[in-house]
């Protein structure tokens, strides 16, 4: 990943485009790490002035009291690197439910007619 297109834009206009708020071409805001008294957060955005899609770190506070934090870190620019969408598959895992009992008098072809419909035990 060190061959990542960057660029580097002022504070004002990081300030100007509300990039570590709810920005208008805001896609997805992003936890990357906790500290103690503020998260490093990414935000991925559309820039205003090209089209083109970015990403840029701030830091978002842990309550009211540090509200008043520099989101940039106090750094006199902000970086922002390019971004892209991409597919991606996902596994995820659900607890398994207990089958249910099967309905005497009832072959294989009724009780999954009566599954599929919805029509519950004891009707």
């Known amino acids: 990943m060190s061959n990542v297109i960057t660029r580097t ?16 071409g805001q ?3 992003e936890f990357i790490e906790k500290r103690r ?7 991925i955005f559309t820039a205003p002035d ?15 009291i540090q509200e008043d934090m520099d989101p940039w870190d106090d750094q006199p620019t902000v970086t922002l690197t390019r971004y892209e969408s991409y597919e991606k598959t996902v596994t995820a895992w659900r607890p398994v439910e207990v089958p249910a ?8 072809v009724e009780r999954l007619a009566r599954d599929l ?7």
Request: proline residues 7%; without cysteine.
């Open 50 to 64: 090209d089209g083109l899609v970015y990403a840029a770190s701030y830091r978002a506070p842990a309550s009211e």
């Open 117 to 123: 419909i919805g029509i519950p035990d004891g009707l």
């Open 27 to 29: 896609l997805a805001d």
């Open 101 to 108: 009992a099967p309905v005497s008098g009832m072959n294989k």
């Open 37 to 43: 008294w503020y998260s490093w957060r990414r935000v």
């Open 9 to 24: 834009i002022t504070r004002d206009q990081a300030e100007e485009w509300d990039l570590h708020y709810d920005a208008p």
